[in-house]
């Protein structure tokens, strides 16, 4: 088991940054690929960026690409999303994700989830 959880959510105005964490916690964090995935009020959840079990590759979506950094510090147990120029329409649940295939931005592929934490961005 893995258990995951979110922080760094909060209100932001658009163009500013935010920076978000997932602390893991059970098996051994390293062994798992890592995701981000978000979901908006009334849309399915979305992949948005991944990064390999040793964190020397990463996957973004096209709609993030060039604004958000994935990373993660395998000493740590984290794994973190740096997200800047902020748009409304990136406001959503942010969740953070635990798998067993490198850099996969399918949702099924991963099998630990986080509960979420909401990102709100103003106009």
């Known amino acids: 088991q893995v258990q995951l959880v979110e922080s760094g959510g909060g209100l932001v105005q658009a163009g500013g940054s935010l920076r978000l964490s997932c602390a893991a916690s059970?098996?051994?964090?390293?062994?798992?690929?890592m995701g981000w995935f978000r979901q908006a009020p009334g849309k399915e959840r979305e992949f948005v960026a991944s990064?390999?079990?040793?964190?020397?590759?990463?996957f973004s979506a096209s709609s993030v690409k060039g604004r958000w950094t994935i990373s993660r510090d395998n000493t740590e147990n984290t794994v973190y999303l740096q997200m800047n120029s902020l748009k409304p329409e990136d406001t959503a649940v942010y969740f953070c994700?635990?798998?067993?295939?490198?850099?996969?931005?399918?949702?099924?592929?991963?099998?630990?989830w986080g509960q979420g934490t909401q990102v709100t961005v103003s106009s």
């Open positions: 059970g098996r051994t964090f390293s062994s798992f690929a």
């Open positions: 994700a635990a798998g067993t295939v490198d850099n996969s931005p399918v949702l099924r592929q991963y099998v630990y």
């Open positions: 990064i390999s079990r040793s964190g020397n590759r990463t």
